[in-house]
């Protein structure tokens, strides 16, 4: 890595100013890089009162310069740092510098530490707890505060959060937990895909799994975070996942109730396939409960499947005549669909009385209405949302053909032969041509 | 019709090596091996993978090996990891130089990665993802080693990732994903197990992300990226539906997210470009048999005279 010997030192002054104010400022939840030019402008924002934090060690208040401001307690330049209720910014300017310093701080600390259990090893004392000298410990919150440093400018280094598991691993306390969830909060607020991150959030809930029987308020704290993070950060794969992956640790009633929270959410993000599948996600978990425990007491059963998913199609359907266009809407009725064919469709004993059509032919009539009703709302200014309606319909109801029996597959395409004009569709959708062609039979 | 820049994304992608302490750079040093191979695969896909020279690649590729352990990191003095040790094999792989490698260390490195169910861990803090079941399954199968490892169950768990919608996800129950599907249906191509997937219910997921403009999306509901073109169309030819698309449409949309002034392309038109996304763009046109192109095998992501071996 370049740079004279004078910009490393003035890198390393600023390290040590960003991991006091990290250190001091614990409760930070918000990061932003920012060109100094902006600064002035933080200060005039709607909350600006003075909120710092603690004293600055002697030595590295000796080595600041003029620019430096002195607010009763931390110290730090004025013109790279930032740092009010609980907010940092940090100039764009000088992260090349802070970087290569956080970098070789890190590397240093790493190799030491990682030195030191090797020798530990060596004399087989790896298990002795009095061997966990201060030396030890020394090095531990080493590098504990320069991969805080490192990730808060690159978050996804793999290896840094590695030496944060080492450590955690090593010293088993669940206490040190809460500053893993802190830290990767803060990280997801400004870079919501973080892989890094969310890695190690998973990490941290798999660790503290292994000691705590009750996750339940665990689980639930996890997937607000995800429900919050969704909301700024559109379709983000990564934090759904996270979502979809805690399932795994949710009680029965915690799926129900993910089941029933989501849904408003989802109303508010219809195009949000991410949310749309985790509900999917939600669903699977009832629907295979539900084969083990038919009949049972438990609030998986039979009835109450069938129901779920005959209110999911009803609410679905609401959704697609109301939000026009919207792919994942669609996606979401070949699913139900799908699992209504697979578990329910033509199963009599299964009919509840809120439930009118249980039957394969009455199910597949009543889709087909669907469909014919979203291709009549077509006006003639061919709007892009009603071409993208008209196209998801008839592409649903292909599909659905594909998941009946073959007499039923001739019987459905030939009404929808007789619905559609196809020569039509394949002029307006050439992109689907090929794809259409191919699945009439 | 545009015409691919084929000089100056070489430029381009040589130039990169030079520009070490930009902030980008900077900030993508901890997975500058999957770089390499991105821009080296360019380079070679281009035939002028000569403009490098090997013996400095290699020599720096060795650097990043951990010999402890037999894996790779994504620099040197990094932790090693699946997702840069099959970086590290794929670009030996190109320079024909496989043999400086203790093949049999790596790959023991590599199955001792794999679970009890089938599914393999990124590294030994345990991740799992059926990313890593690719680079597991193609990074041994480069070595010859595949044997190592329990195929059956390593095909078994990435079948339970597979949805009903015919995709496959990061882990079962999760959502299917372009990127993820192409691990998946990679894995299971190099492994001989595609019997296990529904090709026309996958097809019809795949070849519903191509967009009005013509490029392709990962997901429902997002906009095309040139990164698709590889991971959708690389999918469809190995399940055989690549016939479903429309490929001059795909291919205008690609060359259209080319910076015709210094090289490089884009996710999207107008965007700025990057090696990652110039890599996907000259494989993808690769995969629809542009002219001037070496054929790039789409299970092992190498020039087909590459992974022929």
């Known amino acids: ?441 | 019709m545009d015409e691919l820049e084929s000089d100056k994304h070489v430029k381009y992608i040589l130039s990169i090596e030079k520009k070490k302490d930009d902030v980008e750079a900077l900030l993508m040093e901890h997975l500058r091996i999957n770089g390499a191979y991105w821009g080296l695969t360019t380079l070679d896909i281009l035939h002028k993978i000569s403009a490098v020279d090997p013996e400095e690649v290699i020599s720096w590729v060795m650097k990043c090996y951990h010999e402890d352990c037999g894996g790779f990191g994504g620099n040197i003095g990094h932790d090693p990891h699946l997702l840069y040790t099959l970086s590290a094999v794929q670009i030996l792989a190109l320079f024909d130089r496989i043999d400086v490698l203790d093949a049999e260390k790596v790959s023991i490195y590599v199955a001792g990665l794999q679970n009890e169910d089938g599914s393999f861990s990124g590294d030994m803090w345990g991740e799992i993802d059926t990313r890593f079941s690719y680079c597991a399954i193609c990074c041994l199968s480069i070595l010859h080693c595949l044997n190592k490892i329990n195929v059956e169950k390593a095909v078994n768990y990435i079948v339970s990732c597979k949805n009903l919608d015919g995709g496959f996800g990061c882990t079962p129950g999760g959502e299917s994903h372009a990127g993820q599907i192409f691990c998946c249906i990679g894995a299971l191509a190099i492994t001989g197990s595609l019997h296990h997937v529904d090709r026309d219910l996958l097809g019809w997921w795949l070849c519903e992300r191509q967009c009005k403009n013509g490029g392709l999306n990962g997901r429902p509901e997002k906009d095309a990226d040139v990164c698709y073109s590889w991971w959708v169309l690389s999918s469809l030819i190995m399940i055989d539906r690549v016939h479903w698309i429309d490929k001059d449409k795909l291919t205008r949309f690609i060359l259209n997210c080319q910076d015709k002034e210094n090289g490089g392309i884009s996710d999207k038109p107008n965007y700025a470009v990057d090696v990652f996304h110039t890599y996907f763009g000259v494989a993808g046109l690769s995969l629809m048999e542009y002219p001037g192109l070496k054929s790039i095998d789409p299970a092992y992501a190498l020039p087909v005279d590459v992974a022929d071996w």
């Open chain 1, 1 to 441: 890595m370049g740079g004279d010997s004078s910009s490393e030192e003035v890198g390393l002054d600023l390290l040590q100013q960003l991991e006091l104010i990290l250190e001091h400022d614990k409760l930070i939840d918000e990061v932003g890089f920012v060109h100094p030019d902006q600064f002035p402008a933080l200060n005039e924002g709607p909350s600006s009162s003075l909120s710092p934090v603690c004293i600055l060690g002697q030595s590295a208040a000796d080595i600041l310069n003029k620019d430096t401001v002195e607010l009763h307690v931390v110290q730090y330049d004025e013109k790279v740092f930032w740092n009010k209720d609980h907010k940092l910014a940090i100039s764009i300017l000088v992260l090349p510098q802070l970087y290569n310093a956080a970098l070789n701080a890190y590397m240093d600390a790493n190799r030491r530490y990682k030195q030191s259990i090797r020798s530990q090893i060596n004399k087989g004392s790896f298990d002795d707890a009095n061997c966990g000298c201060d030396f030890d410990q020394f090095l531990e919150s080493e590098v504990l505060k320069h991969t805080r440093a490192l990730l808060i400018l690159s978050y996804d280094f793999k290896s840094a959060w590695n030496s944060r598991k080492l450590v955690l691993s090593r010293k088993q306390e669940l206490s040190l937990f809460v500053d893993e969830f802190q830290l990767s909060a803060l990280i997801l607020s400004y870079a919501p895909k973080s892989e890094g991150a969310w890695s190690h959030r998973q990490w941290t809930v798999k660790m503290i799994a292994e000691k705590v029987h009750d996750l339940q308020e665990l689980v639930k704290k996890e997937s607000e975070l995800v429900k919050n993070i969704a909301e700024k950060s559109k379709m983000n794969y990564r934090a759904w996942n996270h979502r979809c992956w805690l399932v795994l640790y949710m009680t029965e009633s915690q799926v129900l109730d993910e089941l029933n929270m989501s849904r408003k959410w989802a109303e508010l993000h219809v195009a949000d396939n991410c949310c749309f599948h985790y509900r999917r996600r939600l669903m699977l978990r009832i629907l295979s409960n539900g084969d083990v425990k038919e009949g049972g007491e438990k609030p998986f059963n039979y009835n109450s499947n069938v129901y779920a998913v005959w209110k999911e199609l009803q609410w679905n359907k609401l959704l697609i005549q109301r939000y026009i266009g919207r792919e994942a809407l669609w996606i979401h009725r070949r699913f139900l669909s799908q699992c209504w064919i697979k578990h329910f469709a033509n199963n009599q004993k299964s009919s509840s009385p809120h439930i009118e059509a249980t039957g394969l032919d009455d199910f597949l009539g009543e889709e087909f209405e669907l469909m014919n009703a979203c291709l009549n709302t077509q006006t003639d200014d061919e709007l892009d949302d009603y071409q993208s309606q008209a196209k998801h319909a008839v592409s649903y109801i292909l599909w659905i053909s594909k998941q009946i029996p073959s007499c039923s597959e001739v019987k459905l395409q030939e009404r929808l032969k007789e619905a559609v004009n196809f020569e039509d569709l394949f002029m307006k959708y050439p992109e689907r041509l090929m794809l259409w062609k191919k699945v009439l039979v």
